[in-house]
């Protein structure tokens, strides 16, 4: 048909256009209806829902089981006859019910009544308060007559209301009287079936219905619908979106919709119960979930409702696979904030737990934090707040700073310790002799293994040796007297407390120091004799104490150390080198400072020795050997290695992969970092001095892994004030004596901060093993424990493991102090103790004293009748060491303040064994024994010890 001229557009065109249209819009709404209906965490709470409906059928089947039948027949019975006997007394009970409606008219009409008198009342002796006030003696004597007047009405109608309120009282006991018995027996009933109704209800709340489908499919959903998108919205806390912040909102539990719920531990994901919710979620936990969410600890985009958009991270290549075939997962590339995994979760909690020795319930960050410190990893990379090079000038952290120890034994004078042959052999491969060593191997790894490479080693190896002993100083050492017994010393390493610190033989509990051997392969008798009688004769900052040995003491164990040789590293063939070697090396260092033509003039002036010392000094420098160990020539050098203060959050792009084939994570490029730090230099063509230099640790995975939890925690983030742990001053006091505990080992020895000592697992006798520390602030003197600390003395004669001399200085001395007093809660002070004992209590003092037997496992000296665990500290030392409260306390029951002690409980349950003692007060019984121990002085435990009578003075 043609168109007609008058119309601008086509009829028929246009209608085609329309049924076009139409259909296109109508095929896009079905396929939006379509996507929004089988949107993935839809699925997921349709599978929850029958999920948990399967549980809780199960659940109540097992109710049901559980439900006693006879019990319940037996109750329905009683129920029953209940019922009848009501049945019975229907009558009686109506009647009361009528006398009631009539009582409740009365009791309205004595009430109102009241009401008014009292209205009245109160308006007449307002007025008259107010006429008083104005002095106004006409109206005030009025209102004084009218209340007169009043006042034996009002009495009068309180007691009728009074009377009536008693009747009807009177008449509801006796109705409920009638139904009581039926009540209870129903209370019963639904006790028994309480748990089976519940279910019930649940049950049939979870049942599936047409009209929940209804309400739940799309374009109807935001009636009521049961499938319905969580989200915790999260105050003060936002998500970086590229330099656009938005506050944070986590949608986690739309799919971990039993995340919070106790009763899924064994469901399976993303269904189950978080693992610890007394820590985690929880209302009442330290981390609720409406206050922290999730992505705060786990990572992951919060607001996404997919399993690939929200981030997650797969713990390894097999869950990798898994999940790509059965959620299609692949890596979101454009969020850096992935989903840690699980295995490294614990590296988010020092975004909040921040000026601390360890974070309390992440054993994993806290291990990675002690290994970075025991290898020296802050020696070459500085880390803000853990440290000793602070970037920013700022001041140290508790956690290192200015007081972090150097993980290696000072070199400052090395030439009296070692020879040139040892260092060279040893710098070859430090396991080569001895496996357990923490210093890691330098040279000859896989990207300097080239023969043309082992060449540059070897003449490096040369050059730090020559520089070391040419840069050091000699040490007087004394002539060594005759030999020890070996045996003895054996014995000695075992007792005097070496094995809190080393590994030796068998007994391997501690790694604090260097385990004891080969050390006849290594060091000389005058030497190891001098280290021994005083280690700071030899280094003065060194962290080993000293035994006070006497001379054949420290002979015997001498004898016994230097037994031990390694004679496969002994017999080591020593690298050869030539002088063109040393003279290429020498010149490449050079060349990096100056022209070519002027390092080949200087290299001409240089003798042999002066250029293995420039070698091995630049070698030095390079290997940042000073980060470990104090050299001389290198006190103001500055970290080899990167800084690592962000490195959790370094994006994955400036991490250099190589041709290494392994996953592009963060997490996995650490991990293969620290097992292999050379691999990235694989496939490479770069030279000796360009070539990647971390040395290789040889940690276990175990270890590679606590240490990538660590990498992982080093983040800054914005968190705000509220929501980090606050360490007020008490508490920064006793992270410093935390510090200074870890600095020097004292949970070697000593269970300390309920940690259990690490060599209390070799005594079978706890009698002989170092004493129990928890609680020393509230049980000792503040001034005894600082002298102590300075200068210790025996408390317990029998003992044989020697509490050491550390040399503390008067700061680090205060700083444990203080650190005692505020772990036991208590108000630091040095006044000394006085006593206000007067004779009587004293003189009862001591006759409790001998009628307890006190001196029997209390004795000055050695007991040797008496096993250890029977044996007590000398309290001739009570008066200086020991605080009055605490001895009442102890007194009154010692397994309250040290559970599982040999000490007797001589007051059980507050009862005294002596009833005719001070009237059988048991307080001031134990107040007067403390103060007789107060006032206890050696003459007074030798006649008590006799047996002898005691002098009147003999206590002063």
């Known amino acids: 048909m043609p168109q007609d001229p008058n119309k601008l557009y086509s009829v028929h065109k246009t209608t085609i256009w329309f049924a076009v249209a139409s259909v296109v819009l109508t095929v896009s709404l079905v396929m939006t209806i379509g996507q929004d209906y089988g949107r993935e965490w839809k699925r997921w709470q349709k599978k929850f829902i029958e999920f948990e409906r399967h549980k809780v059928e199960n659940d109540l089947k097992k109710a049901e089981q559980g439900v006693d039948p006879k019990q319940l027949e037996a109750l329905r019975a009683q129920l029953k006859e209940a019922q009848a006997k009501f049945d019975q007394n229907k009558a009686q009970y109506e009647k009361l019910l009528t006398e009631k409606s009539a009582m409740e008219i009365q009791l309205t009409k004595s009430s109102s009544r009241y009401q008014d008198f009292k209205q009245f009342y109160d308006s007449y002796k307002f007025f008259l308060e107010e006429n008083r006030a104005k002095k106004e003696q006409r109206k005030t004597k009025e209102y004084e007559e009218k209340i007169t007047k009043l006042e034996p009405k009002l009495n009068e109608a309180q007691l009728h209301q009074e009377a009536d309120e008693k009747k009807m009282d009177d008449l509801d006991v006796q109705i409920q009287g009638f139904k009581a018995e039926e009540k209870r027996i129903l209370k019963e009933v639904n006790k028994v079936l309480r748990d089976r109704k519940q279910l019930e209800i649940r049950l049939k709340k979870l049942e599936p219905s047409v009209g929940q489908e209804i309400l739940n499919a ?37 799919c971990h919709l039993a995340i919070d719920r106790k009763g899924f531990e064994e469901a399976p994901q993303p269904f189950k119960t978080h693992p610890n919710l007394d820590l985690f979620l929880s209302a009442s936990s330290p981390h609720p979930l409406e206050k922290i969410g999730c992505t705060v600890c786990h990572g992951g985009s919060g607001q996404s409702l997919s399993f690939v958009q929200a981030a997650h991270t797969p713990k390894n290549e097999e869950q990798a696979k898994e999940w790509k075939k059965k959620y299609h997962w692949h890596e979101l590339e454009k969020w850096e904030a992935k989903m840690l995994p699980l295995q490294h979760a614990q590296a988010s909690c020092a975004k909040c737990h921040q000026g601390t020795m360890e974070v309390p319930e992440a054993p994993q960050l806290n291990e990675g934090r002690r290994l970075a410190r025991q290898y020296g990893c802050f020696g070459c990379h500085a880390v803000k707040g853990l440290s000793s090079a602070q970037q920013d000038g700022g001041s140290a952290s508790l956690l290192g700073g200015e007081n972090t120890w150097k993980a290696g034994p000072s070199l400052l004078n090395v030439q009296s310790k070692v020879d040139r042959e040892w260092i060279v052999r040893w710098l070859q491969n430090p396991k080569a002799f001895r496996p357990s060593t923490t210093m890691p191997q330098i040279f000859h790894l896989e990207n300097t293994n080239s023969p043309e490479d082992r060449l540059k080693s070897n003449v490096a190896i040369e050059g730090i040796a020559t520089y070391l002993l040419k840069h050091s100083d000699s040490v007087p050492l004394p002539n060594a007297p005759k030999e020890g017994n070996p045996e003895i010393g054996k014995q000695l390493v075992k007792d005097l407390g070496c094995l809190g610190c080393h590994n030796v033989d068998e007994a391997k509990v501690n790694d604090h120091g260097p385990e004891l051997i080969y050390m006849g392969s290594k060091v000389s008798r005058e030497w190891l004799l001098s280290w021994l009688k005083d280690p700071k004769h030899y280094s003065s900052d060194t962290r080993m104490p000293n035994l006070r040995l006497s001379d054949e003491e420290a002979a015997d164990i001498t004898s016994y150390l230097l037994q031990s040789r390694n004679q496969k590293f002994d017999q080591t063939e020593l690298p050869h080198m030539e002088e063109k070697d040393l003279d290429a090396l020498a010149f490449d260092y050079m060349a990096r400072k100056m022209r070519h033509a002027e390092a080949k003039e200087h290299l001409a002036e240089m003798n042999l020795e002066q250029k293995f010392e420039f070698v091995g000094r630049e070698v030095i420098l390079q290997q940042g050997c000073f980060g470990c160990h104090a050299i001389h020539g290198f006190e103001d050098a500055k970290p080899v290695g990167t800084e690592l203060t962000k490195e959790g959050q370094k994006e994955v792009d400036k991490l250099y992969f190589g041709f290494v084939d392994i996953e592009r994570t963060r997490q996995a490029w650490f991990f293969q970092k620290l097992k292999n730090p050379r691999i990235f230099d694989r496939g490479k063509i770069v030279g000796y001095h360009e070539k990647l230099r971390m040395p290789q640790f040889s940690f276990s995975d175990e270890q590679a892994n606590a240490l990538v939890t660590f990498l992982l925690s080093l983040r800054e983030e914005d968190i705000p004030l509220e929501l980090k742990d606050q360490v007020d001053l008490k508490e920064k006091e006793i992270e410093a004596g935390r510090f200074l505990v870890a600095k020097f080992n004292c949970q070697g020895c000593h269970t300390v901060d309920k940690v259990e000592g690490r060599i209390q697992s070799l005594f079978e006798d706890k009698g002989n093993a170092p004493p129990i520390l928890d609680g020393e602030g509230a049980k000792v003197q503040e001034v005894w424990l600082y002298h102590f600390l300075q200068k210790p003395t025996p408390i317990r004669p029998w003992l044989k493991i ?122 001031k019984q134990i107040q007067a024994i403390r103060d007789y121990l107060l006032l206890l002085t050696p003459d007074e435990i030798i006649k008590t010890k006799n047996a002898e009578k005691p002098k009147e003075g003999a206590v002063r």
């Open 802 to 923: 020697r509490m050491p001399t550390f040399g503390f200085n008067e700061s680090d001395t205060n700083t444990i102090v203080k650190y005692f007093h505020n772990l036991s809660a208590q108000k630091l002070s040095f006044a000394p103790t006085e006593s206000r004992a007067t004779s009587e209590t004293i003189n009862t003092g001591r006759e409790l004293f001998v009628k307890l037997k006190c001196i029997q496992c209390h004795q000055p000296g050695e007991a040797k009748a008496l096993g250890a665990s029977f044996l007590a500290p000398d309290l001739t030392l009570a008066r200086e060491r020991l605080k009055p409260i605490w001895m009442e306390e102890w007194l009154k029951d010692p397994q309250v303040l040290q559970p599982g002690t040999m000490m007797p409980t001589f007051f059980p349950e507050g009862q005294t064994p002596f009833p005719n003692v001070l009237g059988g007060d048991t307080l």
């Open 218 to 254: 799309p374009m109807l959903d935001f009636v009521a619908p049961s499938l319905q998108v969580q989200q915790v919205v999260l105050e003060n806390l936002h998500d970086d979106f590229y330099f656009a912040k938005a506050q944070k909102v986590d949608r986690c539990t739309t």
